[in-house]
């Protein structure tokens, strides 16, 4: 079993204004052993990469994501060599494979097998007949100085989730348009997935299982402002609330970069950070705190007693880590309506 010595290096900010939290595991104590699993995830049908899989184990701190080309690293605790890593992508079947049986094999391909699914049946409607009529639900405020990220320059995976309630519109059932508001972006690019959850009561009404299959990405360069999502077709959502989520896709060079970026900073300008000491996994470590975005991709935010009582937020720091309820509202929004404008 291959192990290494990892110093993590984590950059992460689910707050309410511009205050990074860097974390360093600097102390001597904080050097755990650890299992680097490193592959590729392809398709079984047509033998191609699938880029920005999400793999780890579910509900801990381990996640991440496949690169553009289906590659992937990840870092395992060697506590965790008897769990199951968990590769997962929208449209395949998932696969599951103990750690200690990944961390022994010489080669590791993982084939994911493609999911058969109908689509939604259209319902046409003929314009003289009905008008049309639609809605925009969520949180459509923004505040440019208040927003979200959450990175890891380790892990990856990390999403936000803001729950979207239509039961008083029965007549709209079809999904017109998604817009996250963007506060801030600091990266060349930038690349966001958009995804469907349901809500999982049995966890006390956190995001649960995928409602939309496909994989809906937009890459932008924008500082800030609305970013729209383009739909790839109609989606006719039969729950009456369900969670709109954004998920921010970093590669293996994205999170190198903003890594890079931070710690240049801190060693070039140590008398504009603050320092402080806490336990992370029973590990002593210093939490360094920036006050101002050097590099990444800020999702907007509202902080008010309304917005966070009648549009709850969620966010997780890596692919199938726990959902956590947020101190903030997401600034996103959702058009319903009675017609589909999509093929």
């Known amino acids: 079993m291959k192990t290494v010595l990892h110093i993590a290096c984590r950059f992460r900010m689910p707050c309410k204004s511009f205050i990074i939290a860097a974390i360093f595991c600097l102390a001597s104590g904080a050097l755990t052993a650890q299992i680097q699993v490193s592959g590729k995830l392809l398709a079984r049908d047509t033998k191609t990469a699938i ?182 077709r109609a989606y006719h959502l039969e729950q009456e609330v369900f969670y709109v989520v954004f998920e921010w896709i970093l590669e293996k060079k994205d999170r190198k970069y903003i890594a890079d970026t931070y710690e240049t900073y801190v060693r070039e300008h140590p008398d504009r950070v603050t320092y402080d000491t806490l336990m992370i996994e029973g590990k002593e470590v210093v939490d360094i705190q920036i006050g101002k975005i050097l590099a990444g991709t800020l999702f907007g935010t509202t902080n008010s007693k309304s917005d966070l009582k009648n549009h709850p937020t969620y966010y997780r720091n890596n692919s199938f880590g726990s959902w956590v309820r947020s101190g903030s509202t997401l600034s996103a929004r959702v058009e319903i309506g009675n017609y589909t404008a999509y093929p």
């Open 51 to 232: 880029p920005f899989a999400n793999i780890g184990i579910e509900n801990s701190t381990v996640g991440s994501l496949s690169d553009a080309d289906g590659t992937f690293t990840i870092d395992i605790p060697e506590s965790f060599e008897n769990r199951e890593l968990l590769f997962s992508s929208l449209g395949y079947q998932p696969q599951y494979f103990t750690v200690r049986e990944l961390a022994q094999a010489k080669e590791i391909l993982i084939y994911l097998d493609s999911k058969a699914f109908e689509l939604d049946p259209i319902t046409l409607i003929p314009e003289k007949s009905v008008k049309r009529k639609s809605v925009t639900l969520g949180n459509g405020k923004s505040l440019l100085l208040s927003g979200q990220l959450a990175y890891d320059s380790i892990y990856a995976g990390s999403a936000i989730a803001l729950r979207i309630d239509k039961k008083g519109y029965p007549d709209l059932p079809y999904l017109q348009k998604v817009s996250l508001f963007i506060a801030g972006n600091k990266s060349p690019e930038f690349k966001v997935r958009l995804r469907f959850m349901a809500v999982d009561q049995e966890n006390g009404g956190v995001p649960g299982k995928d409602l939309v299959d496909d994989q809906i990405i937009e890459y932008s360069s924008m500082r800030k402002g609305w970013l729209t999502f383009e739909l790839p």
